[in-house]
Nanobody, 127 residues
Framework: QVQLVESGGGLVQAGESLRLDCVASGRTFSRFVTGWFRQAPGKEREFVAAIKWSRWSGWTTAYTDSVKGRFAISGDNAKNTVYLQMNSLKPEDTAVYYC?????????????????WGQGTQVTVSS
């Protein structure tokens, strides 16, 4: 069993930044792929970014095209926390953001690959 709690959302103007936090408990954080997804009103939940660690590859990350160069995902094993730094925010980034963990180290960008989900944190970007 894994529990995930997101925080850090809020209301910002276009061009500003936010950092989202995802704190995991219940299982060793570094064993799991952790992803960020978002869901806007009336839209499907979509992949944003993912991070994983392996003994042979170290930290690896992936991003959806729309956030590349603006968002950065990182992890702190000592704190069992994954962060999503969001810079140059745009109104189209407005959504509820969820963190999730996957049962397989090969998981990356599909909702169905993830087993445990947080409650979500609202990000609203005004123009």
């Amino acid at each position: 069993q894994v529990q995930l709690v997101e925080s850090g959302g809020g209301l910002v103007q276009a061009g500003e930044s936010l950092r989202l936090d995802c704190v995991a408990s219940g299982r060793t954080f570094s064993r799991f792929v952790t992803g960020w997804f978002r869901q806007a009103p009336g839209k499907e939940r979509e992949f944003v970014a993912a991070i994983k660690w392996s003994r042979w590859s170290g930290w690896t990350t992936a991003y959806t095209d729309s956030v590349k160069g603006r968002f950065a995902i990182s992890g702190d094993n000592a704190k069992n926390t994954v962060y999503l730094q969001m810079n140059s925010l745009k109104p189209e980034d407005t959504a509820v953001y969820y963190c999730a963990t996957a049962s397989s180290p090969s998981a990356w960008d599909m909702v169905r690959e993830y087993d445990y989900w947080g409650q979500g944190t609202q990000v609203t970007v005004s123009s």
